[in-house]
């Protein structure tokens, strides 16, 4: 009996010779990528053909037929689409960008926008040339890599959340995103290493108020609040107005704050005529002389504290006028003894006051003149009323 040595040699090519060229691998005939191995390991990677599929259609061996195993994590094979070759050591985390070849095509995710940041995927797994497929991380751990922070300019430690970086393409960050900046999760820092450091990626792209289920706010503009709306039972975007029931041409103005707030009632170039009642608007010219033209609605339950008075004027003699806080039409005078006298400035600060307002009261300033000697002309005046 005759024994015959041989030895087989496999197919064999770089990665970029096999993409150009394409083939159509016979049924279990294994070819290898001789420039792409297995992580952490110098075996080259490699694919089996059904006899059928072109190389590119031809996933390699997964990492059981070469390096480490890691059966708990979950894959993708994707397009790079990058202007860069992808290493596995710099794991850049990508988004979908369009799909090509029959596999989803990817580029740098970055926290900067819902166009950049919505539709991150993963984390690059292993190297992935410009235009070549390859592997990501979806859910699962990636190891044998600097997880110091130190590629990213930054300290990292056992246990930290990562997020995707508004400010590096591709990159993470410890340091949460503050809005408008999109807060996107990646996942932990299992174990801190500048050579042997792995990471756990889970990605959470979070939503914006808008993408819950039962808000409906297509258009928001400043200064709008969200409502439950019982007619389409969902929470829509409207304006303080609308919803109080005034049109935008009432002169409706808000006072919303957490602690205190300041309201600023003025006029401009004013002449006013002696033992007259006027009612003061906001960045106005003319006081009105109905209280009904100027309506400030209180949003929150407060107290009048102070009130300061800034006026400019030409002429005038010094008698005093009178101004008031108006409460749903009932008035409390806060001072009487501002005087218009021609001075270049007039200023008073009146403290140690207590008027008390409701959410949802009407309020308005209301200025009763003297009988001057001298009648003041082209009066600027401001009154900021502060409420806490």
């Given amino acids: 009996m005759s024994t015959i040595t041989a030895q087989i040699q496999l197919r064999r090519d770089t990665s970029a010779n096999w993409t150009s060229n394409n083939p159509i691998l016979l049924a279990g005939e ?31 061996v997964p990492e059981g037929g070469g390096g480490t195993s890691y059966p708990e994590n979950l894959y993708l094979t994707v397009v790079n689409k990058t202007a860069d070759n992808l290493l596995a050591s710099g ?14 095509a990817v580029d740098y995710a970055l926290a900067d926008s819902d166009a950049n940041s919505a539709d991150t995927i993963g984390v690059v797994y292993e190297n992935i040339n410009k235009n070549q497929n390859g592997r990501i991380v979806v859910i699962g751990e990636i190891t044998g890599i600097n997880t110091t922070g130190s590629i990213q300019g930054e300290s990292w430690s056992d246990g930290d959340l990562l997020f ?4 590096t393409a591709g990159g993470m960050t410890t340091t949460r995103p503050t ?4 807060g996107v999760v990646l996942g932990y820092v299992v174990y801190s290493h500048a050579n042997n450091g792995k990471i756990y990626i889970k990605i959470d792209n979070g939503y914006e108020i808008g993408e819950l289920h039962n808000c409906y706010l297509p258009t928001p503009t400043n200064n709008d609040g969200i409502f439950w709306s019982s007619g389409t039972t969902r929470y829509e975007n409207k304006s303080i107005a609308s919803v109080l029931g005034y049109s935008a041409g009432t002169n409706v103005k808000t006072l919303i704050d957490t ?17 007259t009642t006027y009612y003061i608007g906001v960045n106005v010219t003319s006081p009105f002389t109905t209280d009904t033209s100027i309506r400030l609605i209180a949003l929150k339950t ?39 006298d021609g001075s270049p400035n007039n200023n008073a600060l009146i403290t140690g006051l207590s008027i008390n307002v409701t959410e949802g009261d009407i309020l308005t300033v209301r200025w009763i003149t003297p009988t001057w000697v001298t009648n003041p002309t082209s009066i600027n005046c401001n009154i900021d009323l502060y409420f806490e």
Wanted: a positive charge.
């Fill in 164 to 167: 995707l970086s508004p400010f």
């Fill in 30 to 60: 294994m070819a290898l990528s001789t420039d792409v191995f297995y992580t952490g390991t110098d075996q080259p990677r490699y694919k089996i053909g059904n006899g059928v599929d072109a190389w590119l259609n031809l996933d390699y």
């Fill in 91 to 104: 794991y850049k985390v990508l988004k979908v960008q369009t799909a090509q070849g029959q596999r989803l």
């Fill in 302 to 340: 407060s107290t009048l504290k102070k009130v300061a008075i800034t006026s400019r004027q030409t002429l005038g003699t010094s008698e005093n006028s009178s101004f008031a806080l108006g409460i749903n039409g009932t008035y409390t005078t806060f001072t009487s003894t501002i005087k218009f």
């Fill in 259 to 275: 602690k205190g707030y300041v309201q600023s009632f003025n006029f401009n170039a004013f002449s006013p005529s002696d033992a």
């Fill in 179 to 182: 809005s408008p900046n999109h």
